[in-house]
């Protein structure tokens, strides 16, 4: 924790489609510990993934992608980069992809010239009842 108070993790994976799977683990145990429900940790869960797998298609060479997890106060904010300085950004959000961040949390931004997503989440203590 650093002397804000703010917790942040930062995770480092090859920018392929398999690692994927890694930095959606690591966002669901973030939301775990910041007390979010099952339905929100689901949201987030596969928010990350879709952003993860917007910035880190399958791909040959040394891409990297870098994923700072934050831990606020009132929830997650998730920091995706590609770190390889040639690496090419992502155009756009495609509309699919949009509506699943728009849908599963409370603020996203593509930055950087497409090299970065940033995405936040607030724990809003739905009931754990809701349908997933």
């Known amino acids: 924790m650093d002397a804000t108070g703010d917790e942040t993790i930062r995770l480092t994976v090859p920018a392929t489609s398999a690692a994927v799977r ?3 683990a690591g966002a ?3 939301a775990t510990r910041a007390g979010f429900t099952y339905r929100e940790i689901e949201q987030l869960r596969l928010a990350v993934g879709e952003a993860a ?11 990297r992608l870098a994923v700072i ?3 606020l106060e009132s929830g997650v904010r998730v920091d995706l980069r590609l770190t390889r300085p040639d690496a090419a950004g992502v155009p756009a959000v495609p509309d699919v992809a949009a509506a699943v961040l728009d849908n ?7 930055r950087d010239g497409g090299r970065r997503l940033v ?3 607030r724990a809003a203590g739905d009931d754990d009842t809701d349908d997933v």
Not at 104 to 110: A, F, I, N, R, T
């Open 28 to 30: 669901a145990a973030l």
């Open 69 to 71: 997890y934050h831990m």
């Open 53 to 63: 797998a917007l910035l880190a298609p399958e791909a040959e060479g040394d891409g």
């Open 22 to 24: 890694i930095t959606r």
């Open 119 to 121: 995405i936040t989440k």
């Open 104 to 110: 599963s949390v409370d603020e996203w931004d593509l």
